[in-house]
């Protein structure tokens, strides 16, 4: 569920994970829309729009359930950066995805 804190409402229930929601970050940087990234026991993260609830990208590949979750940057080949999705896994791995395209890099 993504709430409005300071008017004490709900705004969205976010609906997509086919197990347990085990981790949660949220992303609020200037000039971009609000973003929250779920990690679950079904093995998925999923990225969302905070504003208006819509499911953005899901990121899969992990063998067990997403314990953890951050945002990130980091440098490209080309010099520029690149927005980032990381996740960690029971099955003992950590990811780094692409946050636009969902590709591991």
Do not use: E, P, R
């Given at each position: 569920m993504a709430w409005d804190v300071g008017a004490r409402r709900l705004l969205h229930t976010l609906?997509?994970?086919n197990g347990p929601v085990l981790?949660?970050?949220?992303s609020n940087q200037p000039g971009s829309i609000s973003l929250a990234l779920s990690g679950s026991a079904d093995?998925?993260?999923r990225?969302?729009?905070v504003p208006n609830g819509s499911l953005l990208r899901v990121f899969s590949g992990h063998q067990d359930g997403i314990t953890s979750v951050a945002f990130g940057r980091v440098q490209r080949h080309n010099g520029g950066l690149a927005d980032t999705v990381i996740t960690?896994?029971?099955d003992g791995t950590a990811r780094?995805?692409?946050?636009?395209?969902g590709a591991t890099l």
């Open positions: 609906i997509g994970h981790c949660l970050a949220a093995k998925t993260a990225l969302w729009s960690a896994s029971a780094v995805w692409d946050a636009y395209t």
